[in-house]
C-alpha cells in the first residue's frame, strides 16, 4: 500500500479528515481512506465532510468493499467488511 493511504480507527472523524486535508497540502494527487467494521461510517463522513467543506475540487473516484477473515481473542474465525473510498484532486 502506498503512503497516501489513511487507516480509518476510532478516533474523531475530524481526526482524519485534518489527515487527508494535509496529504493534499503536501502535493498527493490522491488519498485512500482505509476503514474496517464499525469504523466504517467514520470514512464516509470524513470523505464526505473532505469533498463538501474543505476540498471543493476533490471527488470520490472510487470505492471498494471486501470482506476479510480475522481471528479473535478465543481464536474464532469471524469475518469483517473493508471499504477503501479513493478521493482524488481534480487538477
Not at 1 to 14: A, D, Q, W
Not at 22 to 29: H, I, K, L, M, R
Not at 35 to 51: C, F, N, P, Q, T
Amino acid at each position: 500500500m502506498e503512503n497516501n493511504t489513511i487507516f480509518v480507527g476510532s478516533k474523531p472523524v475530524m481526526n482524519y479528515v485534518l489527515a487527508v486535508v494535509t496529504q493534499f497540502n503536501e502535493g498527493s494527487d490522491s488519498v485512500v481512506l482505509r476503514a474496517r467494521g464499525k469504523a466504517i461510517s467514520r470514512a464516509v463522513d470524513a470523505a464526505e465532510i473532505v469533498r463538501n467543506r474543505f476540498v471543493p475540487d476533490s471527488e470520490v473516484t472510487d470505492i471498494q468493499i471486501s470482506t476479510e477473515e480475522i481471528e479473535n481473542y478465543n481464536h474464532e474465525k469471524t469475518n469483517v467488511s473493508i471499504i477503501e473510498i479513493l478521493i482524488e484532486k481534480s487538477a
